[in-house]
């Protein structure tokens, strides 16, 4: 069973704010890469994530070099993982193949993409509800307002930080914490 799911029925409030400790380990949330393989988030412990969600038609996929940059310069603290998603300007209408390729092709991606997900909306992947709803990830909530918005998660697996589109990778905002 999907934790998120098999949480919610049980949340508590302190004066009507949601406590501050995660309700849900991100490291029990499952999604799938690209290829369709099981990822074990829980593999990331010890290093901080990066969640982007990328689209291949968008002003911002050229943020795909900065993040391969961002990936190789901190590999031993970062791990960048690029979401794909279809949901602003249909700017991700590919398949699996056709992600995998255009990624590879023209900005040498190898960080790690997972399967194409609704980030918003009704069919929200659990991934995104707890990035989002702050009764999952303890810190605060946010919605996802374009292509290439930034989660930035801690060592342990706990929510630090979101960054909007134009925030670019290198952006301080983000290297501080990684520095």
Same mark, same amino acid.
């Given at each position: 069973?999907?934790? %998120?799911?098999?949480? #919610? !029925?049980?949340?508590?409030?302190?004066?009507?704010?949601?406590?501050?400790?995660?309700?849900?380990?991100?490291?029990?949330?499952?999604?799938?890469?690209?290829?369709?393989?099981?990822?074990?988030?829980?593999?990331?412990?010890?290093?901080?994530?990066?969640? #982007?969600? #990328?689209?291949?038609?968008?002003? @911002?996929?050229?943020?795909?070099?900065?993040?391969?940059?961002?990936?190789?310069?901190?590999?031993?603290?970062? #791990?960048?993982?690029?979401?794909?998603?279809?949901?602003?300007?249909?700017?991700?209408?590919?398949?699996?193949?056709? %992600?995998?390729?255009?990624?590879?092709?023209?900005?040498?991606?190898?960080?790690?993409?997972?399967?194409?997900?609704?980030?918003? !909306?009704?069919?929200?992947?659990?991934?995104?509800?707890?990035?989002?709803?702050?009764?999952?990830?303890?810190?605060?909530?946010?919605?996802?307002?374009?292509?290439?918005?930034?989660?930035? %998660?801690?060592?342990?697996?706990?929510?630090?930080?979101? @960054?909007?589109?134009?925030?670019?990778?290198?952006?301080?905002?983000?290297?501080?914490?990684?520095?």
């Amino acid at each position: 069973m999907n934790p %998120i799911k098999a949480f #919610v !029925g049980t949340l508590k409030t302190v004066d009507n704010d949601v406590v501050s400790k995660p309700s849900v380990p991100l490291y029990n949330i499952e999604i799938n890469a690209l290829n369709g393989k099981a990822i074990d988030l829980s593999e990331f412990k010890g290093k901080k994530i990066l969640f #982007v969600n #990328v689209a291949s038609k968008c002003g @911002f996929t050229p943020q795909y070099t900065e993040l391969q940059k961002l990936s190789d310069t901190f590999k031993n603290e970062l #791990v960048v993982i690029g979401v794909p998603c279809n949901q602003f300007g249909s700017q991700e209408p590919g398949d699996a193949e056709e %992600i995998q390729e255009f990624c590879e092709v023209n900005f040498g991606v190898s960080f790690l993409i997972t399967e194409k997900i609704d980030v918003k !909306g009704p069919d929200q992947h659990p991934l995104y509800q707890w990035l989002t709803k702050k009764y999952l990830n303890g810190k605060q909530n946010s919605s996802v307002k374009w292509n290439f918005q930034k989660y930035l %998660i801690d060592e342990n697996g706990e929510f630090l930080d979101y @960054f909007y589109s134009i925030t670019k990778p290198f952006n301080n905002r983000i290297t501080k914490y990684l520095n």
